[in-house]
């Protein structure tokens, strides 16, 4: 495994304090902090601040310093939909090689979401759809697409935790997902868009509910 540099790990960490809700929409990122937390200096934390911000994940401001960045409803329904049709895409086109696809991992991910959810806990929902998102996406062979891919679920996760308060939204997610890999098991682009689309259906939906109208 090739080592990862100190800004690299930082970024990583930064990633998951900002999916876990540790760093809200809109909240102040302390580098001094940060550093102290991370046991490293200052350097490395303002160079994973660099990656963050080409990601859309934080935003920096003269005089304010660096921030999550706060999407707007508006905002995030904009990437949502490019996410969308680049997501639809990406199945319709499994569905045509399923035997490529590693359809037992997404099952067994899809099973580990099933009980987060009967738990309640929406950080762990939120940790393990990303999951299995990012596990679908692995699957596809043009990788400069599913970089993009990442770069854009990436840039949403802090709003997108919003949506899993709605348990309306969440208690369906598992099954929405069983359908979308049925769809590339049985080798059927179709039944694949109808499933994706059904899933970002009900996830524009519980966005409009729960998204803060103003960011």
């Given at each position: 495994m090739p080592n990862t540099s100190l800004a690299d790990q930082?970024?990583?960490?930064?990633?998951?304090?900002?999916?876990e809700n540790k760093l809200r929409p809109g909240a102040h990122i302390n580098i001094d902090s940060l550093a102290k937390e991370f046991g490293i200096s200052q350097t490395p934390i303002r160079e994973a601040l660099k990656k963050l911000i080409a990601e859309g994940m934080a935003v920096y401001k003269p005089k304010a310093g660096y921030s999550v960045r706060n999407l707007s409803l508006h905002e995030y329904l904009q990437v949502f939909e490019i996410l969308q049709v680049m997501e639809t895409y990406l199945v319709k086109e499994l569905?045509?090689?399923?035997?490529?696809?590693?359809?037992?991992?997404?099952?067994?991910?899809?099973?580990?979401?099933?009980?987060?959810?009967?738990?309640?806990?929406?950080?762990l929902i939120g940790r393990i759809n990303d999951k299995f998102h990012k596990k679908l996406y692995e699957n596809y062979h043009n990788k400069l697409m599913v970089d993009r891919l990442y770069s854009l679920w990436n840039e949403m996760c802090s709003g997108r935790n919003l949506m899993y308060d709605n348990?309306?939204?969440t208690?369906?997610?598992a099954a929405e997902h069983e359908a979308i890999i049925s769809a590339i098991e049985n080798g059927d682009p179709k039944a694949a868009e109808e499933a994706i689309s059904a899933?970002?259906?009900?996830?524009?939906?519980?966005?409009?509910?729960?998204?803060?109208?103003e960011a």
């Amino acid at each position: 495994m090739p080592n990862t540099s100190l800004a690299d790990q930082a970024a990583n960490k930064i990633r998951i304090l900002i999916k876990e809700n540790k760093l809200r929409p809109g909240a102040h990122i302390n580098i001094d902090s940060l550093a102290k937390e991370f046991g490293i200096s200052q350097t490395p934390i303002r160079e994973a601040l660099k990656k963050l911000i080409a990601e859309g994940m934080a935003v920096y401001k003269p005089k304010a310093g660096y921030s999550v960045r706060n999407l707007s409803l508006h905002e995030y329904l904009q990437v949502f939909e490019i996410l969308q049709v680049m997501e639809t895409y990406l199945v319709k086109e499994l569905a045509k090689i399923p035997f490529i696809v590693d359809l037992v991992s997404l099952r067994e991910i899809n099973e580990e979401l099933r009980q987060s959810i009967s738990q309640g806990n929406r950080d762990l929902i939120g940790r393990i759809n990303d999951k299995f998102h990012k596990k679908l996406y692995e699957n596809y062979h043009n990788k400069l697409m599913v970089d993009r891919l990442y770069s854009l679920w990436n840039e949403m996760c802090s709003g997108r935790n919003l949506m899993y308060d709605n348990k309306i939204f969440t208690n369906r997610m598992a099954a929405e997902h069983e359908a979308i890999i049925s769809a590339i098991e049985n080798g059927d682009p179709k039944a694949a868009e109808e499933a994706i689309s059904a899933h970002y259906l009900s996830g524009r939906e519980s966005a409009i509910i729960y998204f803060p109208v103003e960011a």
